[in-house]
């Protein structure tokens, strides 16, 4: 296992954006679960399934997904922009919590671990996925500024916005990530938190790289 730094946190904590920002800096390989997720999921809805069945998880073990710096590919197509949907949003819990496709995804990953040296950012990493990491980060915000800052990333992205959609969506996506049976979001016990509801991104990368650096 190459050097690796896993950060987890609530969504809309700003997890995604930080760790670009300390990939960059520290020369690292940037590798966002979520989009993984995200992108299973719309294979999901595009597909028209209502459940997750063997047909599904033949689906998924058939395609290719890749990384590309901000960019992910199913089978070749760039999907960057269809997986910030709310129907994504609403829908990956469901692909998250099953445990087939859980084990499916941290294989994948787990296998690019070992070509490059690497920042991840979700909600287990440095529980389940790499519970050896480096350095684990813990980041946190209050519900409301995260849908604010929700709010601002669909409007750039020329999407309809109802901001209390947005809340209501952040709060129950927070109940479901910290009560699902398997891998729940919880914090390491060796992780450090982070609260950045009245911090700047550049303030967090700062205050991580400090733990970097030591």
Avoid: C
Wanted: hydrophobic share 35%.
């Amino acid at each position: 296992m190459n050097y690796i730094i896993a950060i987890d946190g609530v969504a809309g904590s700003g997890k995604s954006t930080v760790s670009k920002l300390l990939s960059k800096k520290y020369n690292l390989f940037f590798i966002s679960s979520g989009k993984y997720y995200r992108a299973i999921t719309y294979l999901y809805n595009k597909n028209n399934f209502h459940e997750i069945n063997e047909d599904f998880i033949n689906l998924v073990n058939e395609t290719n997904i890749k990384l590309d710096n901000d960019s992910i590919y199913l089978n070749g197509e760039d999907i960057s922009n269809q997986i910030t949907d709310e129907m994504i949003s609403n829908n990956i819990s469901l692909i998250a919590n099953n445990e087939i496709i859980r084990n499916i995804v941290n294989q994948k990953i787990r296998e690019f671990s070992k070509e490059k040296d690497i920042i991840m950012d979700g909600r287990d990493i440095g529980t389940v996925v790499f519970p050896n990491a480096n350095l684990k980060i813990y980041i946190t915000a209050s519900s409301w500024e995260r849908t604010k800052r929700r709010k601002k990333e669909l409007l750039e992205l020329n999407k309809k916005v109802n901001i209390f959609s947005i809340w209501n969506s952040i709060v129950k996506r927070d109940y479901k990530d910290k009560h699902r049976k398997i891998a729940p979001l919880i914090k390491s016990k060796d992780a450090i938190k982070i609260s950045s509801t009245k911090m700047s991104i550049e303030e967090v990368v700062n205050e991580i790289s400090k733990h970097i650096k030591r």
